[in-house]
């Protein structure tokens, strides 16, 4: 199959950069389609409030997901890249740290329950999503079949997981089961890809108990890593907070209706946002080689990475802009509300694939600092801007402040000297120039 050609890159580079890619974006994919369809049935089967509390407790959660990670996964990719034969090591070194990071994370949840707990929904259900933490510290073999260039078994093991866990919040759907059980079952679901990728690592002839703990790499790992955990919590808590502040902000009830169908619009609005990761990690190599031998060839690559993440991120938003109406039929008339509300939110979507770009653009630049002062600046904007808009918008004053933060976060390189010349490339990507100058010079 011919890839479609894109300026600046070679047509035998990409197919040798998106091969691996291609089968991790094809699990994605379909991931992505089966949780969707279950996700709006267990939208429409608990409704407004029961869906706001699920939401509401799960954002809550997910934003300790970052220091649970602690922002190993590409260093682990590198590390495995660079010294193969210590392969027990690198991956038993991580997967120690993984674990001690989300047992750490149980306490620390119920430290901040304490001091900044949930109106109307009972701890015992934070405390259930809390061990997921815990579960997904076998996604270094994640990394690994990465680092080996199998994504098809990441693929394989991401359908399959995705499949069972459908399963069964389907038959609870059918057997009209209680809140709590879907709480488990989303908690089961990182336990479940874990286990998937336990077996499957055994199926392939190698075997976790060879796995050893180094205390000099794990100093090296964390060394490393610390900027991408401090940003990973910026972005953990500016992709969830709205969510998190609706509720709070408008009071136990309407609050949790508004959460649970704002749920249901970042949902929608985020679901390609796997897309810019995917395409980078194919096309960075080319770039980064180009950075090495011709820094002119560089810059243009840059452009073009930049342009096809507007494309992109352009036709999903106007996609979804005008079809936010006919997306919503498919729900109960209790969401119906929410539309409008994803004609303005899905426009974010355009800073993050930018966003995604420019932080690889960051990575290879050595300006690992950046990357967690800018999603910084993210949450501080998303937080400010719900605390002044959602009182007076609600839902819409959410999406509002998210589109914001998104933007600001993104585009903050141009106020930096060192990375203002990219800022303004992706202002050129951003503004079609770059387009209306190949067209006329086409002319």
């Not at 210590?86 to 306490?107: E, H, M, Q, W, Y």
């Not at 908690?187 to 874990?194: A, R, V």
């Not at 992109?312 to 005008?322: D, K, P, W, Y």
Request: aromatic content about 14%; overall charge positive.
């Amino acid at each position: 199959m011919k890839l479609p050609h894109i300026p600046g890159f070679d047509q035998d580079a990409l197919h040798k950069y998106f091969k691996n890619t291609g089968m991790l974006m094809m699990g994605r994919v379909g991931s992505m389609a089966i949780k969707m369809i279950t996700n709006i049935m267990v939208a429409n089967y608990l409704l407004t409030y029961n869906n706001g509390i699920l939401s509401t407790s799960t954002s809550y959660v997910f934003l300790f997901a970052a220091l649970a990670g602690l922002g190993l996964d590409s260093f682990i990719v590198k590390e495995l890249h660079q010294s193969p034969q210590k392969r027990d090591t690198i991956l038993g070194t991580s997967f120690c740290l993984k674990v001690i990071a989300g047992a750490t994370c149980i306490p620390l949840i119920f430290i901040a329950w304490q001091l900044f707990p949930l109106s109307g929904i009972p701890y015992s259900i934070v405390l259930i999503l809390s061990f997921t933490g815990l579960f997904q510290s076998f996604t270094v073999i994640d990394s690994y079949f990465q680092s080996e260039v199998q994504s098809k078994y990441i693929m394989q093991v991401q359908i399959i997981g995705n499949i069972i866990s459908a399963l069964i919040k389907i038959f609870f759907i059918f057997i009209s089961a209680k809140l709590v059980y879907f709480i488990y079952a989303y908690s089961f679901d990182i336990l479940l890809i874990s286990l998937g990728y336990v077996f499957m690592y055994q199926r392939k002839g190698r075997n976790i108990f060879n796995w050893k703990y180094n205390p000099q790499l794990a100093q090296k790992l964390l060394r490393l890593s610390w900027p991408l955990i401090i940003s990973g919590i910026m972005v953990s808590i500016y992709m969830k907070i709205d969510i998190i502040m609706l509720k709070e902000i408008l009071g136990t009830e309407s609050g949790t209706n508004a959460s649970g169908a704002y749920a249901t619009v970042v949902m929608f609005s985020e679901a390609l946002n796997f897309v810019p990761v995917a395409i980078v990690s194919s096309l960075f190599p080319a770039i980064l080689n180009a950075r090495r031998d011709d820094l002119q060839r560089y810059q243009k690559r840059l452009q073009n990475l930049f342009d096809l993440m507007v494309w992109l991120s352009l036709g999903f938003a106007l996609l979804i802009t005008f079809g936010a109406p006919l997306i919503y039929k498919f729900f109960k008339p209790q969401y119906m509300e929410a539309a409008p509300v994803l004609a303005v939110h899905v426009w974010g979507s355009i800073f993050v694939f930018l966003g995604v770009a420019s932080t690889q653009f960051l990575i290879a630049e050595g300006y690992h600092k950046l990357t967690f002062i800018r999603t910084g600046l993210g949450a501080l904007v998303n937080i400010i801007l719900n605390f002044l808009l959602i009182p007076k918008m609600g839902m819409m004053g959410a999406a509002i402040a998210t589109v914001f933060a998104y933007l600001s976060s993104t585009f903050l390189i141009i106020f930096i000297p060192k990375t203002q010349k990219q800022g303004f490339m992706m202002l050129k990507s951003l503004f079609l120039v770059t387009v209306f100058q190949k067209f006329t010079r086409k002319n």
